[in-house]
Nanobody
Framework: QVQLVESGGGLVQAGGSLRLSCAASGSIFSSKVMAWYRQAPGKQRELVASITRWGGTNYLDSVKGRFTISGDFAKNTVYLQMNILKPEDTAVYYC????????WGQGTQVTVSS
């Protein structure tokens, strides 16, 4: 069974940086678009960034210029470099395909203090 394991979250002050990593145990990403999502308390999960195997990327407007998604489709790994973090970026971050598969990992908590 495919598993998604996210890591790299933590507590950081506003303006700081974090790098999230995601590893899939199976080939879930092999023919899909890789993506990062996040869910803040009391809010719906939202798509943060996505990347195609040809390197095309898309970002949520509020993170453009601050976040960078990258991935290795051969290794089923995806990363999210987050710079200039803001308190509103506080959320649990998840990786998945886009559109999302009915399979979610535990996520990794990102907390940005002001």
């Amino acid at each position: 069974q495919v598993q998604l394991v996210e890591s790299g979250g933590g507590l950081v002050q506003a303006g700081g940086s974090l790098r999230l990593s995601c590893a899939a145990s199976g080939s879930i990403f092999s023919s899909k678009v890789m993506a990062w999502y996040r869910q803040a308390p009391g809010k719906q999960r939202e798509l943060v960034a996505s990347i195609t195997r040809w390197g095309g990327t898309n970002y949520l407007d509020s993170v453009k210029g601050r976040f960078t998604i990258s991935g290795d489709f051969a290794k089923n790994t995806v990363y999210l470099q987050m710079n200039i973090l803001k308190p509103e970026d506080t959320a649990v971050y998840y990786c998945n395909t886009f559109p999302s598969a009915n399979l979610w990992g535990q996520g990794t908590q990102v907390t940005v203090s002001s």
